[in-house]
């Protein structure tokens, strides 16, 4: 990459715009790492809208910028089949008033909890702090949800469908490839603070060595996937295949 100027970009980065627009995809993020290692060739391709990814966001920003809530969209109905949501939508995905209300017992649940309150309403801290860095040979953005510098923590909020099984999500989900990246960019080790979304049970997840190790060589694979289909003149894509034994 040419020579840039880092505080610029993360200025721009704070941006939303500019961090998911055409600017941020000039570096790769954890969002790539599922693609690079199942799928090289659909990089970049936009992701269809998501009812987990908006439930996910109304969360964040209720509980990190709640002043950007007004750019949600509440539908008054119970599903998103009716005739009154359609119109209502006009396409777009929205939320409905009962996920609202739901997301709202977890977000008043969540800032209930006095060690989760301390932990992202400290006084030394940092909300959606962008961050660069180059990693394995390329440049990777993140945007924390909190960092917390007395306690040294990135802190990641995260709702789940099961929190028993949150363990084994954050390796299916690539969790793992999240926390060596931040740690890398920001400097700090990684907290996961997740809520069940049905039970509304709070868990509290810090990181291992070997979850470390697992998310590096995720990274890594990637790195020599994106290396391979876009940094090498002499690939030709069309004859790619993959080759394994059954």
Known sequence: ??????????????????YYGKFGRQFRSNSDI????TNPLALGTPQKPNINFLVGGYFHTAILEPEKLKKYRIVQSSTRNTKAYKEISGGEMCLLE??????????????????????????????????????????????ADIVNHDEKLVIDLKTTSDIT???SS??????????????KIFGYDLVFIAIDKKT???????????????????????????TLFYDNPDFDPKNYFINKTL
């Open 1 to 18: 990459m040419e020579d840039f100027n880092t505080k610029e970009i993360l200025d721009k980065l704070v941006n939303d715009e500019d």
């Open 165 to 167: 099984k949150f363990r």
């Open 34 to 37: 599922s693609t690079l290692l």
């Open 200 to 226: 509304r049970q709070i868990g509290i997840f810090d990181c291992s060595d070997a979850f470390y190790e697992s998310g590096k060589n995720k990274v890594q694979q990637a790195v020599e996937q994106y």
């Open 98 to 143: 009962h996920e609202v209300d739901n997301l709202e017992l977890l977000i008043d649940t969540m800032q209930s909890n006095d060690v989760c309150r301390d932990l992202i309403n400290g006084i030394n801290v940092e909300y959606e702090q962008p961050g660069i860095k180059e990693i394995e040979g390329l440049w990777w953005k993140g945007k």
């Open 170 to 183: 954050a390796f299916r989900y690539n969790y793992d490839s999240q926390a060596y990246i931040y740690r």
